[in-house]
């Protein structure tokens, strides 16, 4: 006797999101069969997982990331880029390389955003970065596990300097005092000002 499955036991049976497999279904590639009520249902003595998933694979390729703080560290930038496609060539893989000028702890930049997109809709077979801190500085960790359960391998070829690390992170640093500045200006308390004058100095020193 047939076995049916809801969508979502079917997802976690082939090893893909709801999403895909929708799209299969739209693509005629994997019927569903519908309850009175509607609701989708697989027979999971017909599923073929490694028939789908090697398809949805050939799809996928490689991502390569990096991201500077501001428009004055665009050489950094380019040099960031023909390190990650020089590896990238050099190892054969069919790749793209996505790019972002924004603050290191921002997660609203168009890149990243659309690397997101990319991983959670499994389009990406591998993620390369030339350091972690060039994904985000604060939350990369969270991005890899969505890696680790798409199933998308990291790469991290750590070929940036320290000092270059270290200047980007001024200039976030500068980016939270701004926005605890707009968040207290309207006390116009004088401890909370001092307070800030004394971040800018140090940040100015460090």
């Not at 996928?60 to 960031?80: H, M, N």
Request: aromatic share 6%; hydrophobic share 40%.
């Amino acid at each position: 006797m047939n076995r049916l499955v809801s969508i979502s036991e079917a997802a976690r049976t082939l090893g893909v999101s709801i999403t895909t497999l929708r799209r299969w279904e739209a693509n005629g590639q994997l019927p569903a069969v519908y309850t009175a009520g509607g609701h989708r249902r697989y027979d999971l003595a017909k599923l073929k997982p490694d028939m789908f998933l090697a398809q949805n694979g050939a799809a996928r390729r490689t991502v390569a990331y990096a991201c500077v703080s501001g428009p004055e560290y665009v050489k950094e930038l380019e040099r960031l880029k023909l390190a990650l496609e020089s590896h990238c060539t050099e190892q054969g893989w069919t790749f793209e390389v996505v790019t972002d000028i924004g603050s290191g702890i921002s997660c609203r930049k168009k890149g990243l955003k659309y690397l997101l997109h990319a991983i959670v809709e499994e389009q990406v077979e591998r993620l390369v970065l030339t350091h972690k801190d060039r994904l985000l500085r604060l939350g990369a960790e969270l991005i890899f596990a969505v890696c680790a359960i798409k199933k998308v391998e990291v790469l991290i070829l750590n070929r940036e300097e320290v000092t270059a690390i270290e200047e980007s992170l001024t200039v976030d640093v500068r980016e939270i005092i701004a926005e605890f500045n707009a968040r207290l200006y309207g006390s116009q308390s004088h401890k909370n000002q001092k307070l800030l004058e004394g971040m800018r100095q140090a940040v100015e020193l460090a």
